[in-house]
């Protein structure tokens, strides 16, 4: 008699009538959007800090680049010293508590005074801040010595050039640095999706083998149901409950951001029309509109689509398989470490291959054999498709990797046949070897 479906369906009403299961999936999406909405609260008020610099300018004509309508920062007010020393001028902005004293000191020719240039103040100031400093004071110190080697300086400006390289492939289909980076990005996010939902329930199915193995529920259930079909309704009926708490992660997560988009008076849509401003007076606002369009043309959503939930199901399958017969093979979460590093390690490589190796060459040697390794393929075919692959290549990799997820079923159902019975003991590879073979 096939118990599979019985079994598919206390696993999953055992998951998600539980009460932690419960808890947390009310309690996730919420601690996300309070951490995303602190993240965004400090970083407002690190951007909105007000800062007041002294300049102490001995050459008396660099410090004008401050004061300059064009080159004024919003949240930084500049004070410009004379006549007073370096001490003088170190104890003024230390008692004013000041964010810092700026020294330029006058040198015989403009490669000395960039080489002598100092910042003094009480703290380590902002790698961010520092780094704006210096390229004022490396326009304006290059603009200098232009003019006294006899250069137009306005001329040397309007003279400069931006070369943008048009990319297009030979039969028409417009391609940019842009859109190669978003379709990577879309490539990354499914990845990186995958690879989270692997650790979070392939986790809960091998803490659930081990819990019942602990309790010795699994001997009156193995009196009655076969291993493999307690391995699959295990392995089926966690994804389900793991997909319902998924979904309604996405639904409470989108109710909240509204509300606390409400409370807090992010105005999401005026940041938008802010932004779309901002691009209309640099007249940049057209060219972006298109290229996003473009982006969005370039990539092929159906077959993303299509490719995530096949890829997404089979890596998950595969993978989860694992888990449990480590589960079976262990009394304790404790001795399961010996056994997870041979699991995350493909994954972690399939990242960082598609991350290093698709955006640079993603029908190259490597991109392409890694998208046929079943413990790779879910990541890195993800991340090809966006950069269109053949067809045969997707249905080859599909074909690899439920094929692969039969046999390691076949592998796992081998270790939780005799592991599940086993108690008091820490299985080294080799007795696990052993199991295989009974």
Do not use: C
Not at 7 to 21: A, D, G, H, P, Q
Not at 103 to 122: C, G, L, N, P, V
Not at 297 to 319: D, E, H, K, Q, V
Request: aromatic share 12%; glycine share 6%.
């Amino acid at each position: 008699m096939n118990h599979l479906p019985l079994i598919i369906k206390r696993e999953y009403l055992t998951k998600v009538r539980n009460k932690s299961f419960i808890i947390m999936t009310f309690l996730s999406p919420l601690i996300m959007i309070g951490l995303f909405t602190l993240i965004f609260y400090l970083t407002q008020l690190n951007n909105n800090k007000e800062r007041t610099v002294s300049i102490l300018d001995e050459t008396g004509t660099i410090s004008q680049i401050f004061t300059e309508e064009t080159e004024k920062d919003a949240n930084t007010t500049y004070n410009i010293l004379s006549g007073i020393s370096l001490e003088d001028a170190k104890k003024q902005v230390e008692t004013a508590e000041e964010y810092g004293l700026l020294h330029i000191r006058k040198m015989a020719s403009t490669e000395e005074i960039a080489k002598h240039i100092k910042f003094y103040s009480e703290d380590s100031p902002s790698v961010t801040f520092i780094s704006r400093l210096e390229r004022k004071l490396s326009k304006k110190l290059t603009d200098e010595a232009l003019v006294k080697n006899g250069v137009n300086v306005d001329l040397v400006k309007t003279s400069k050039m931006s070369v943008d390289i048009g990319q297009e492939t030979f039969t028409g289909e417009r391609t940019s640095k842009l859109i190669n980076y978003s379709k990577l990005g879309f490539g990354l996010a499914a990845g990186y999706l995958l690879f989270m939902f692997i650790i979070i329930y392939g986790n809960m199915i091998m803490r659930s083998v081990i819990e019942e193995k602990t309790n010795r529920i699994i001997e009156v259930i193995i009196s009655s149901v076969k291993p493999v079909q307690l391995l699959m309704g295990k392995i089926i009926g966690t994804s389900l409950a793991g997909i319902t708490q998924f979904l309604m992660w996405v639904v409470l997560g989108g109710i909240m951001m509204l509300v606390f988009s409400l409370v807090f008076g992010v105005d999401v849509a005026g940041m938008q029309a802010e932004q779309q401003q901002a691009l209309l007076e640099q007249g940049a606002d057209l060219d972006m509109q298109m290229q996003i369009s473009e982006v969005f043309n370039s990539l092929p959503l159906a077959n993303l689509i299509t490719a995530f939930f096949i890829f997404f199901i089979g890596g998950y399958l595969l993978y989860s398989s694992l888990y449990a017969a480590i589960g079976a093979a262990v009394d304790n979460e404790t001795d399961t470490q010996q056994f997870m590093m041979p699991i995350i390690m493909p994954l972690i490589l399939a990242v960082y291959v598609g991350g290093f190796t698709v955006l640079e060459d993603p029908h190259g040697t490597v991109a392409t054999v890694f998208s046929f390794i079943p413990f790779t393929s879910p990541v890195v075919m993800l991340m090809r498709i966006p950069f269109g692959v053949p067809l045969w290549q997707q249905l080859l990799s599909v074909v690899i990797l439920y094929i692969s997820f039969s046999g390691t079923v076949w592998f796992a159902s081998k270790i939780y046949r005799v592991g599940i019975l086993m108690y008091g003991k820490k299985p080294s590879y080799k007795e696990i070897f052993k199991w295989l073979k009974y």
